[in-house]
């Protein structure tokens, strides 16, 4: 139904930035909003940052808040995630994520909530 393709990770130093992209195909127009994920090993799958797609709200993780940036390009159907200032801690893979129906803020953070999920890419920041 829905496809989404995450690209863009590789290792920087710490300080450094990266620009994650996540790519959608199929059935994109029934997408609410598309997010991002991330997992470090040994480490539950953690909340980073949400954007609906028609009115480009957002909410981020007060982990990443100031740091990262999440957007959107509609006519690419595709999602960026713009990271400064990167730490060590921000080491992960990170799996961006797509929704179809509206859900509260305070649900954002739950993996559950999504029904589309990337199969990650590898972000690694070197001290």
């Known amino acids: 139904q829905v496809q989404v393709v995450e690209s863009g ?15 959608a195909s199929g059935r994109t127009w029934s997408l609410y909003a598309m997010g991002w994920f991330r997992q470090a090993p040994g480490n539950e799958r953690e909340f980073v940052a949400v954007i609906t797609l028609s009115g480009g709200r957002t909410y981020y993780a007060d982990s990443v808040k100031g740091r990262f940036t999440i957007s959107r390009d509609n006519a690419k159907n595709t999602v960026y995630l713009q990271m400064n200032s990167l730490k060590p801690e921000d080491t992960a893979v990170y799996y961006c994520a797509a929704d179809r129906s509206p859900f509260l803020v305070t649900d954002a953070p739950r993996p559950s909530k999504y029904d589309y999920w990337g199969k990650g890419t590898q972000v690694t920041v070197s001290s």
């Open 9 to 23: 990770g590789g290792l920087v130093l710490a300080g450094g930035s990266l620009r994650l992209s996540c790519a």
